[in-house]
């Protein structure tokens, strides 16, 4: 992998992973047109920590009050995790030979664009609620499991999570903060399960510490977009995007 590779695959991991258009299934797409034959384990590994500090760098208000103030909402994290857990050890193996079929891609990004335009519209409606305290354990446990399945490339977490959330009536803001927050163990449980696969593999290199600089940076800009998107109910255009890409995709 070359410099400039490692650059490209930063900026749009930091992009797609918090923008609701499927970081992993962007991931798969370009690196099967840079040539690579096999999943990029390790190299991905840095991409999603810097990611995961762009989260925690922009949140972290938010993540003391959890240990703080709002333990509750703490409790609602856990719920919502323990399905992504267990979907992810359990169904591993079958998820990671997702990561190298392209037209599946194209299929959940379209999957995904149908998902977001409900939401839209639901959002459009009115018909979250307008109350905080909208979320419950059991709302937690619903948008868990639609994280968990989130892991199969061309979906996306946030936009899924997200969406999900407005669709169970839960306040925008909140449903904004709790996917976020809800990402933070997803992504950790995600670098786990690939730093054990990578074990004995090849050494760090300068191009994953450059990944993991542009995916931080990136990833910063891109929460702040998604934020002013869904509180804008402009999912729609996402949408429309993945729908296209979906498309495009299928039709190569």
């Given at each position: 992998?070359?410099?400039v590779e490692a650059v490209i695959s930063g900026i749009v991991q930091g992009i797609t992973e918090f923008?609701?258009?499927?970081?992993?299934?962007?991931?798969?797409?370009?690196?099967?047109?840079?040539?690579?034959?096999?999943?990029?384990?390790?190299?991905?590994?840095?991409?999603?920590?810097?990611?995961?500090?762009?989260?925690?760098?922009?949140?972290?208000?938010?993540?003391?009050?959890?240990?703080?103030?709002?333990?509750?909402?703490?409790?609602?994290?856990?719920?919502?995790?323990?399905?992504?857990?267990?979907?992810?050890?359990?169904?591993?193996?079958?998820?990671?030979?997702?990561?190298?079929?392209?037209?599946?891609?194209?299929?959940?990004?379209?999957?995904?664009?149908?998902?977001?335009?409900?939401?839209?519209?639901?959002?459009?409606?009115?018909?979250?609620?307008?109350?905080?305290?909208?979320?419950?354990?059991?709302?937690?446990?619903?948008?868990?499991?639609?994280?968990?399945?989130?892991?199969?490339?061309?979906?996306?977490?946030?936009?899924?999570?997200?969406?999900?959330?407005?669709?169970?009536?839960?306040?925008?803001?909140?449903?904004?903060?709790?996917?976020?927050?809800?990402?933070?163990?997803?992504?950790?449980?995600?670098?786990?399960?690939?730093?054990?696969?990578?074990?004995?593999?090849?050494?760090?290199?300068?191009?994953?510490?450059?990944?993991?600089?542009?995916?931080?940076?990136?990833?910063?800009?891109?929460?702040?977009?998604?934020?002013?998107?869904?509180?804008?109910?402009?999912?729609?255009?996402?949408?429309?995007?993945?729908?296209?890409?979906?498309?495009?995709?299928?039709?190569?």
């Amino acid at each position: 992998m070359s410099h400039v590779e490692a650059v490209i695959s930063g900026i749009v991991q930091g992009i797609t992973e918090f923008l609701p258009i499927s970081s992993s299934g962007h991931l798969v797409i370009l690196h099967h047109y840079f040539g690579f034959k096999e999943p990029q384990l390790l190299f991905d590994l840095f991409l999603h920590i810097g990611t995961l500090f762009a989260v925690v760098v922009y949140f972290w208000r938010d993540i003391i009050k959890l240990f703080t103030t709002q333990r509750k909402l703490l409790l609602l994290i856990v719920i919502g995790t323990i399905p992504t857990v267990l979907i992810g050890y359990y169904f591993k193996d079958t998820l990671e030979s997702f990561f190298t079929d392209i037209k599946l891609v194209g299929i959940m990004l379209i999957a995904t664009a149908l998902f977001l335009f409900t939401a839209d519209w639901a959002g459009r409606r009115k018909y979250v609620s307008t109350q905080m305290s909208g979320l419950t354990w059991l709302k937690s446990l619903v948008i868990g499991i639609v994280q968990g399945i989130a892991i199969i490339p061309g979906i996306s977490r946030s936009g899924s999570t997200i969406s999900s959330a407005v669709l169970l009536k839960v306040d925008k803001a909140q449903a904004i903060r709790f996917s976020f927050l809800l990402s933070i163990p997803a992504i950790i449980g995600a670098l786990v399960l690939k730093l054990a696969s990578a074990a004995g593999g090849p050494s760090i290199t300068t191009n994953m510490l450059i990944g993991a600089f542009f995916a931080f940076i990136f990833g910063l800009g891109a929460i702040y977009l998604l934020i002013k998107c869904v509180v804008n109910s402009n999912l729609k255009f996402f949408g429309f995007y993945c729908l296209v890409a979906g498309g495009v995709i299928l039709a190569l």
